[in-house]
Structure formats: C-alpha cells, structure tokens
C-alpha cells in the first residue's frame, strides 16, 4: 500500500537529483519525486546503424525500460511519448547522420511516472551538453472524485482519480510540448490543470538549474 505522504495543494513532492552518476554514458541522471525514482543515460551524438541513419539530422532513440519484466504496451506508450518530447526540443539538425540514445530504467513508481521520467531525461541531456534549442519540464495533476485538481499525485491518488493528466512544457514562453490524458474531465476543469502544471514547472526548471549549478561548483 502507497503510504507516502500527498504534497501539498498546488506544489510538487521534494525533488532530489544526482548528476554523473553512471561513467560510461556521456550524461546521466537520477531524479526522484516524492518516492517515485527514475535513471535516465544518455549517448551520444554517436556512430548510427546505416538503417537507422536520417541525412539531415540526428535520429533520436528513446529506451524505456520498467523496474521488474519485459516492456509491455503501456512501457511502449510512455517510450514514444518521452521520444516525442526528446525530439522537439534537441537540435538534431546539428548533428545529421549520427545517433543521439537515451534509456530510462524505472527504479521505483509511487505516482507520476511519466513526469518523473521527461524530467530525468532533460537532466540527462543537460549533464551530455547535447544541443537544445530548450529545455523541457512536465508535471502531472489529478483530479479527484470531489473535483479537487491535485499536483504531482503518488501511486494511491492516481488509482482513486476520477482523471488526471501530464504537461511536459518548453522553457521559453511554456508551451505545451506534450500531453497524456486518462480519465473523464470538463474543458474547465482540463484548463485549470494546464494553468496549475504550467505554474509548478517553473520549480522543475530551477529544479534543473540548482542540479547543474552543483555540478558545475565540483569541477
């Protein structure tokens, strides 16, 4: 059973982050929310598999691998969307035929997974100073049965939701880049969501930005 304690209203749960923490990848990242813990790795840009080369820019692959098992359908859902989101903000132009990888291994899910993730991915993409025309921040918001919007919600909330969604926005004028919906919601109440997931990515960002500053205070 989920016992990890719900953030507050309108805020997210502590964020931690560890930056380099794998030696073999060109960036990593390990970044929890609240009790949910993800790893991302990045490679890259790299020698691509002739198959797989694009002329005009670098091609983009995104692994997303679960805690325990083989990746099923939903694995391969959160796989696309996290590579949809990748590809929007790096500058894959500037590094035609060659391959940019990035894998994201689940280490603990206790809610916002998907969220969890993008952000870990960034981080990652951040410490291998990949090319970025910005940077991406996603929250995720539940809506209770009572029709209360509730942020960055643990595993138990998101069972017991009447609906919920994830934002992942850009870093210049926070634009929606991507958006996963389940459930049943008004238009209302969609947009209030938006507005409240916008709000809090604005901590996410400076989120990244301590967790950089960090690292570069050690070198």
Known sequence: MDTEPESEVGQLR?????????????????VCQ??????????????VKMSKEIIDKAT?????????????????LEERLLRNTCETVILAALHPRSSISIIVQELQNSGSLLATSVNAACLALLDACVPMKCIAAAVCAIIDADGQIQLDPTELQEKTASAWVTFA??????DVITVKTSGIFTQEQFQSCLLACREASKSVFKF????????????
């Open 14 to 30: 502590p964020m931690k982050s560890s930056v380099s923490v794998l030696s073999r990848p060109d960036g990593s990242a390990n």
């Open 34 to 47: 609240g009790n949910t813990c993800v790893i991302a790795a990045v490679y890259g840009p790299s020698e």
């Open 60 to 76: 983009v692959e995104v692994t997303f691998k679960p805690k325990t098992g083989l990746p099923g359908c939903a694995e391969k």
């Open 169 to 174: 926005f850009d870093s210049k004028n926070f």
């Open 208 to 219: 990244y930005r301590d967790a950089m500053e960090k690292k570069l205070s050690k070198s």
